[in-house]
């Protein structure tokens, strides 16, 4: 998607580490309208999937999945929290995430009432590096019997081989900007074509 990598070309920051920090339209500050257009474009690779939900993880694709949900016909989002809370009810699929960001694990959680074997789902998340974020996704929707029908990432980092993974497992997975290199030292970021 043009317009996502010409805004990555023009505020995207490398860190050291691997790390893209795009606070200033994705992470921090939301550009509702680039939201707007990437929910577009999700809505018409996965026209014929048969989508019914999405699903999320706090707090970074929430924002992204409820905007996208508009161009599903006004579908439910469900996120999957990431720490116990006192207000889930005890009936809940629960997974193990690794962070890259954080370097630490963290169990992700949903509640049994809002995904079952009935869903066709949309996961969509903001980043795709390793793909320990959508092992965990994925891992809740085979606890629920639910299916996966197609992956949406706004910003994959191709070098780090999460998501050539997930294409080879036979996943539809449609990441709108593929980094394939970035260099901190002079901040210079190359697409996927
Ligand atoms: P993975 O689990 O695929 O290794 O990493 C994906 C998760 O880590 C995303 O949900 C995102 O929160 C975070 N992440 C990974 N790489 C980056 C990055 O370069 N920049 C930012 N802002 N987040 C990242």
């Not at 790390?19 to 200033?24: H, I, R, S």
């Not at 579908?75 to 997974?95: E, H, M, R, T």
């Not at 029908?149 to 980092?157: L, Q, R």
Request: charge should be negative; hydrophobic fraction near 45%; charged fraction near 25%.
């Amino acid at each position: 998607m043009q317009e996502l990598e010409e805004r990555i070309l023009k505020d995207g920051i490398v860190k050291p580490g691997n790390v893209l920090k795009v606070d200033a339209f994705l992470n921090h500050q939301c550009d509702v309208e680039l939201f707007d257009h990437m929910g577009a474009a999700w809505a018409e690779h996965f026209r014929d999937a048969g989508i019914n939900k999405i699903l999320t993880i706090e707090a970074s694709g929430i924002g992204i999945a409820c905007v996208a949900a508009r161009h599903f016909g006004n579908i439910p989002v469900v996120f999957a929290k990431k720490a116990q809370s006192i207000n889930l009810d005890g009936d809940q699929y629960v997974s193990t995430v690794f962070s890259f960001t954080k370097q630490r694990e963290f169990p992700v959680i949903v509640s049994r009432k809002y995904l079952s074997a009935e869903d066709r789902v949309l996961i969509l998340d903001d980043f795709l590096a390793n793909g320990k974020a959508l092992q965990g996704l994925i891992d809740i929707c085979d606890h629920a019997g639910a299916t996966v029908a197609g992956i949406g990432i706004a910003i994959e980092k191709g070098f780090q081989g999460g998501g050539d993974a997930l294409r080879e497992a036979g996943y539809d997975l449609d990441s709108l900007a593929i980094v394939d290199a970035m260099d901190p030292v002079d901040g210079s970021i190359s697409f996927r074509k």
